[in-house]
């Protein structure tokens, strides 16, 4: 079973940093879009950053100039390096990520989600 598994969530402090992990664990073919979205407490889903396949990557206006998104091709995995972090970037972070567990299937995957928590 394909899946997504995060990691690096937690409580810092205005200013400081975290670095968001994420894996595609399981059998698969191909992976094409992966990104990172959040939501704060009382707001919608809002996408962070994303990146393709062959490195094109696209940023929030919020967080631009601040957060860095990468990936690493042979381990599947997507990384957010969030830097100068504010008290509104609070919220839980997803992954997400365009799989295909064989050649001609296609899924959407989320991850369980993890909690950032910017204190000011």
């Known amino acids: 079973q394909v899946q997504l598994v995060e990691s690096g969530g937690g409580l810092v402090q205005a200013g400081g940093s975290l670095r968001l992990s994420c894996v595609v664990s399981?059998?698969?073919?191909?992976?094409?879009?992966m990104g990172w979205y959040r939501q704060a407490p009382g707001k919608q889903r809002e996408l962070v950053a994303k990146?393709?396949?062959?490195?094109?990557?696209n940023y929030a206006d919020s967080v631009k100039d601040r957060f860095t998104i990468s990936r690493d091709g042979p381990k599947n995995a997507v990384y957010l390096q969030m830097n100068s972090l504010k008290s509104e970037d609070t919220a839980v972070y997803y992954c997400?990520?365009?799989?295909?567990?064989?050649?001609?299937?296609?899924?959407?995957?989320w991850g369980q989600g993890t909690v950032v928590t910017v204190s000011s």
């Open positions: 399981g059998p698969i073919f191909r992976i094409d879009v």
């Open positions: 997400n990520a365009g799989v295909s567990p064989v050649l001609a299937d296609f899924l959407e995957l």
């Open positions: 990146i393709t396949s062959g490195g094109v990557t």
